[in-house]
């Protein structure tokens, strides 16, 4: 039997190069408050770079960014893109320790099974130095699912959410919730976290 997790990432490797060209503009409403934390020079890991968009902006700003993604096929259309190598890291290898000042992880933690969040968000949390931040957004919800895509979305709730983010040492722990769009053209509540590594 085909996992679902396997389902959607045969999605994106089936389909990168449209995926890739649906959106260019790099996602400036929480970047900005993102990048506001940390020093010109900062070394961030970017999680689930899609078409490097983000990864382009933050290196242009003059911070050291190492882009990632799960998927081999859009690694390599971001690769192309920000003509640097873009290298494949699914969120369970994750192994670097006190290396970055920020992690960024938009709108990719939330093909996360429920049951491994809490391992992913471990290592995010190893990977930061003390006083680094960590930025994810989630389809928020109250149960994991499908779209009509065949993707799977962990879909959290924030009260969920936050009780499994506070079994670790975070600074800050920060939550928002806003109303928009999503790739599949769905009206999408979208769960937005901030947090300081203590």
């Not at 290196?59 to 190598?85: C, H, N, Q, Y």
């Not at 920020?102 to 130095?129: E, F, K, M, Y």
């Amino acid at each position: 039997m085909t996992e679902p997790q396997d389902l959607t990432s045969r999605f994106y490797a089936n389909n990168a190069k449209i995926y890739v060209e649906h959106a260019d503009s790099p996602s400036r409403e929480r970047l900005d408050p993102f990048l506001a934390r940390l020093t010109k020079g900062a070394r961030i890991l970017e999680l689930g770079c899609g078409n490097g968009r983000d990864s382009a902006e933050m290196l242009s700003l003059g911070f050291r960014v190492t882009p990632t993604d799960g998927i081999a096929e859009i690694a390599a259309e971001a690769s192309r893109r920000l003509k640097m190598p873009v290298s494949v890291l699914p969120f369970d290898e994750i192994d670097a320790v006190s290396a970055f000042d920020g992690v960024w992880a938009n709108a990719c933690l939330l093909h996360v099974p429920r049951a491994q969040l809490g391992s992913v968000l471990a290592r995010i949390h190893r990977a930061l130095r003390p006083g680094g931040v960590f930025y994810a957004s989630f389809k928020a919800g109250q149960a994991e699912g499908h779209d009509a895509l065949g993707r799977y979305f962990n879909y959290p709730s924030e009260p969920w959410l936050k009780a499994l983010c506070e079994t670790l040492p975070w600074q800050m722990l920060g939550f928002d919730l806003n109303h928009g769009g999503a790739y599949d053209g769905q009206p999408t509540d979208w769960l937005h976290l901030l947090a300081v590594k203590a």
